[in-house]
């Protein structure tokens, strides 16, 4: 597409994309499937939703982790922006062209599939403000030096651990929601709607930071909010006591559900 935004005009760009889109969409069709049985237990559904939120709510650690999500931290406001701000560095639209579009979802990738190497007993929490601190560090990258290699070797780091947020966010909130969820499906889709609160809010506040102190307002200000994550859960730890490895005891999350988890939480490293 910004190959495509450099030769057309804006509008024909925006039908190749909504081509691009919607084609795959149709691939669905092609699925044979067989025709759903009635549901056995809908018939109090929304009865069961409310008691398993209500469990959600009396744990404190769910509610932390839950929390956790709206932080500014892991948000990744910046990776959008960062097309925006190549001819700082001097980069042309080839350069974007192949750092943020065709490599950029490579390296979202191999970000992600870092978090397999953690092992699965380490606090989520924790390793979630650590992705975001490592995110913060490879701003710093950026702020080095105004040449186009800084721009390649600063949006690779970041890109690469905005992957390992995205990993370590998705598997907090698999823990949120907890092996005994009945209706697993809808809590996961509502923190994964929590979880892009803050890149909304994040994109707002980067903007405010480019028009007030140019470029490095935008990068000073999308670290900052990974910076502030990190110190707060590492406060939180240092003053509970809390280690990096969890395990099934109290330091587990509480409540009936939480229980479960304790003896056999999900493995999505």
Excluded at 2 to 28: D, N, T
Excluded at 115 to 131: C, K, N
């Amino acid at each position: 597409m910004i190959w495509l935004a450099a030769r057309l005009p804006l509008a024909a760009v925006g039908v190749c994309m909504a081509v691009v889109i919607a084609l795959p969409g149709f691939l669905s069709l092609a699925v044979p499937e067989l025709t759903p049985e009635a549901s056995s237990w809908f018939r109090g559904r929304l009865t069961q939703m409310g008691t398993e939120a209500w469990s959600l709510t009396r744990s404190p650690a769910r509610r932390w982790s839950t929390l956790l999500l709206v932080a500014p931290g892991g948000a990744g406001a910046a990776q959008s922006l960062l097309p925006a701000i190549a001819s700082h560095y001097g980069v042309g639209s080839t350069g974007v062209m192949w750092i943020n579009g065709i490599g950029g979802g490579a390296l979202l990738a191999l970000g992600s599939l870092f978090g397999t190497i953690i092992p699965g007993d380490w606090d989520r929490r924790l390793t979630y403000a650590v992705a975001g601190l490592t995110n913060a560090l490879a701003t710093f990258v950026l702020l080095a030096a105004n040449r186009p290699t800084t721009y390649l070797w600063g949006t690779a780091l970041y890109l690469i651990t905005e992957g390992l947020c995205w990993g370590r966010s998705t598997a907090l909130m698999v823990e949120i929601v907890g092996v005994e969820t009945r209706d697993a499906g809808t809590f996961y889709s509502v923190l994964n709607v929590a979880v892009s609160l803050p890149l909304l809010y994040m994109i707002r506040l980067d903007g405010w930071g480019v028009s007030r102190f140019g470029v490095h307002g935008l990068l000073l200000t999308d670290a900052a909010g990974n910076l502030l994550m990190f110190m707060a859960v590492a406060t939180v730890f240092l003053i509970c006591g809390l280690g990096l490895r969890r395990s099934s005891d109290s330091r587990s999350l509480t409540g009936d559900a939480a229980s479960a988890i304790s003896s056999r939480r999900f493995r999505v490293e």
